[in-house]
């Protein structure tokens, strides 16, 4: 399967508590894109990448959320001392130019 | 500013009945790109769809067909003959240089295709 692959694709943790999410894009895709969803919305930006540059962080992206692309390769979302608003679905994409094609999603939830 | 208005909140239709999502767009830049995504209810976003600003010519895939209007900055996507598996929230999205090419989204038509 050479499509974009997030890990894991589910996560239950308590308020308080740090996770990570991991993304493998597309191989040959410089861009790599952060979004969050929560039910019945759109997906809402959060950061990207162009190879290991973070060029763009949205204001939505707090300081308890930090994104790394460290080879320009798969990329890893933090957030830290988790809140119950975080609770959503994290999704990652990545592009060559224009089309986003987008993994399965990570589903946090925080109790 | 860029912006992507999607009317249509929800839209329920029989089997077999053509249905036409709307989309409806903003933006100053003269070179943009429009795309349909589709999320099923497992969830993960499928692409269906770009198309560049300076083609205007209609799009059929399928039982899928993409009909976009510059005159009315309009992106319409036709399903025809419907199917269940067609169920699912349809985006409209929008990008452009002025954007670093990230993607502004509709807020989602809910289709709901019964038998």
């Known amino acids: 399967d050479t499509g974009v692959s997030q890990d894991p694709r589910h996560k239950i943790t308590k308020r308080g508590q740090n996770v990570t999410f991991r993304c493998d894009p597309i191989?040959?895709?410089?861009?790599l894109y952060w979004y969050r969803q929560t039910l019945g919305q759109g997906p809402e930006f959060l950061t990207y990448?162009?190879?290991?540059?973070?060029?763009?962080k949205s204001r939505l992206l707090s300081d308890r959320f930090s994104a790394e692309r460290p080879k320009g390769s798969f990329s890893t979302l933090e957030i830290q001392r988790t809140e119950q608003g975080d609770s959503a679905m994290y999704l990652c994409?990545?592009?060559?130019?224009?089309?986003?094609?987008f993994g399965p999603g990570t589903r946090l939830t925080v109790l | 500013a860029q912006k992507v208005t999607q009317a249509q909140t929800e839209i329920s239709v029989v089997e077999k009945e053509d249905v036409t999502l709307d989309c409806v767009y903003e933006?100053?830049?003269?070179?943009?790109?429009l795309f349909w995504y589709k999320q099923p209810p497992s969830g993960e976003l499928v692409f269906l769809i770009r198309?560049?600003?300076?083609d205007e010519q209609n799009e059929i895939s399928g039982r899928y067909s993409w009909n976009f209007q510059k005159s009315t900055s309009s992106f319409n996507f036709t399903i025809t003959a419907s199917q269940v598996v067609d169920s699912a929230v349809y985006f409209c999205?929008?990008?452009?240089?002025?954007?670093?090419?990230?993607?502004?989204w509709g807020a989602g038509t809910k289709l709901i295709i019964k038998p």
């Open positions: 191989s040959e895709h410089n861009r």
């Open positions: 198309r560049n600003s300076f």
């Open positions: 994409a990545s592009s060559h130019i224009n089309e986003q094609f």
């Open positions: 933006t100053r830049d003269t070179t943009y790109y």
């Open positions: 999205a929008l990008s452009s240089m002025d954007s670093n090419y990230q993607l502004i």
């Open positions: 990448f162009q190879n290991e540059a973070q060029l763009e």
